[in-house]
């Protein structure tokens, strides 16, 4: 069965000082643009205030996908979702009321999702899957961009696939994606792919996402 996939770049890793000019690079090939929002509380880094957010936002020319790394993401992720975020994910460690979050963000028309830290088991987290348009399983500890994709999540990813079955639900993984890893991801079930520094850190950012994306295709 060939699934469709979807490449999700994560700006990260540009240039935060000419952010148009970076996400102008890529928003051709790109099926819609990770915003990863830190609030050095959930994780130990900061990227951007809900103010800022909301500039880029508005002038993405792609449909946004937030991963919002905050504390109490419960009123965070509504915000987010009335902000008119394609689609907005909250980590299941810093949510409250995960059921009603979800139901909010869909309210708002966006599509809801939840992330899941490595340490923490994705089947635990069942009975949200009527809830979700995506799970995003995390290769990486959330904070960073630039680290070693583990390749121990993988087990995750499947079980994860297993829960989805038959339901239109995205596979989300995001985390050291790269040509050297995109496939092994791809196997295991992902099919939206979050790349940051494998992006940003190359001469032809566009060029790259078109390179992943052959490489999720190949068989
Ligand atoms: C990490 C972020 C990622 C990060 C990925 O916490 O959620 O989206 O930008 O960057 P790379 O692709 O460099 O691992
Ligand atoms: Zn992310």
Excluded at 43 to 56: G, L, Y
């Amino acid at each position: 069965m060939t699934r469709e996939i979807r490449l999700t770049p994560s700006i990260l890793n540009a240039d935060f000082t000419r952010l148009d000019e970076e996400i102008q690079k890529i928003s051709g090939v790109s099926d819609l643009l990770h915003l990863d929002v830190m609030d050095n509380i959930f994780v130990p880094n900061f990227t951007f205030d809900f103010q800022a957010a909301e500039k880029i936002i508005s002038k993405c020319p792609l449909p946004v996908d937030a991963h919002l790394m905050v504390a109490s993401v419960d009123s965070v992720a509504i915000s987010y979702a009335e902000a008119g975020c394609a689609s907005v994910t909250i980590h299941v460690e810093a949510c409250s009321d995960i059921r009603q979050t979800l139901q909010g963000i869909r309210k708002c028309g966006a599509r809801a999702a939840i992330a899941v830290k490595p340490n923490t088991l994705i089947t635990e987290y069942s009975e949200f899957f009527d809830l979700i348009d995506m799970v995003l399983i995390m290769t990486v500890e959330p904070g960073f961009g630039g680290q070693k994709f583990m390749t121990e999540m993988m087990e995750k990813v499947s079980k994860a696939r297993s829960l989805i079955g038959s339901r239109d639900i995205w596979l989300q993984v995001d985390g050291g994606i790269s040509l050297e890893t995109i496939e092994i991801a791809r196997d295991a079930g992902a099919d939206t792919f979050v790349a940051g520094s494998a992006v940003f850190n190359s001469p032809d950012p566009a060029g790259m996402i078109n390179s992943l994306r052959s490489k999720a295709l190949s068989q």
